[in-house]
């Protein structure tokens, strides 16, 4: 596609469902990244996926929050067992690679928990 | 690890000139700075590699200086569209994943 794309684009739920965010990045892009950002706060990171490597994903918060990148390309960020902190715009970027090319955001799913 | 951004805000008349300061405890590769405007995603400004380079376009520009790990971005003659929250981006050496400051709020007005 044109770009990177996000759905759902709102999500709104109850405290305790989980919730799945699913992120398509931009064909032949090889780096995908998972930044949530609360209201009025910076880009905080979760995973970062490079290839086949395992992913990076010290930026966790709990083990309540996953990803999975299925064949190198669609990404799906899963929230089980939501908590209204959980409450953020989860945004998906991607690139060619890690460091030294551009970094393409999609334009994020904002996620309200009841 | 994150890196520090500072002012954490900043108003600008337009036409004056801003500077914003962006540093890490650790090791360079690279620098990357972002322009978010509100309610949507941020957008890709420049990105600078370890070699102490300085780049720029328009009235937007960025010095690298790989050995005190530091950039800074320099915006001259500010705009009204210039208004927005800029992030600086780190990555360090080896296999670490590309890490954002917490923004720094800038606003022009007439």
């Known amino acids: 596609g044109a770009g990177v794309s996000q759905s759902p684009s709102n999500k709104v739920t109850e405290k305790g469902k989980d919730v799945e965010l699913r992120c398509d990045p931009i064909s032949g892009h090889t780096a995908l990244y998972w930044y949530r950002q609360s209201l009025g706060q910076g880009l905080e990171f979760l995973i970062y996926?490079?290839?086949?490597?395992?992913?990076?994903k010290s930026g966790l918060p709990s083990d309540r929050f996953s990803a999975e990148r299925t064949g190198g390309s669609v990404s799906t960020l899963t929230i089980q067992r939501t908590q209204q902190e959980d409450s953020a715009v989860y945004l998906c970027a991607s690139s060619t690679n890690r460091a030294g090319e551009t970094q393409y955001f999609g334009p994020g799913t904002r996620l309200l928990v009841l | 690890q994150q890196p520090v951004q500072s002012p954490q805000a900043v108003i600008l008349r337009e036409g004056e000139d801003a500077v914003i300061n962006c540093s890490s405890s650790k090791a360079l590769y690279s620098v990357h700075w972002y322009r978010q405007k509100h309610g949507e995603a941020p957008v890709f400004l420049m990105i600078l590699l370890k070699g102490g380079e300085q780049k720029g376009h328009d009235k937007i520009s960025a010095s690298f200086n790989e050995k005190k790990q530091q950039s800074s971005l320099y915006l001259t003659a500010s705009q009204l569209s210039y208004s927005g929250t800029y992030f600086c981006?780190?990555?360090?050496?080896?296999?670490?994943?590309?890490?954002f400051g917490k923004g720094t709020r800038l606003s022009v007005i007439a």
């Open positions: 996926f490079q290839g086949n490597s395992a992913p990076d």
């Open positions: 981006g780190t990555v360090g050496s080896g296999n670490t994943p590309l890490v």
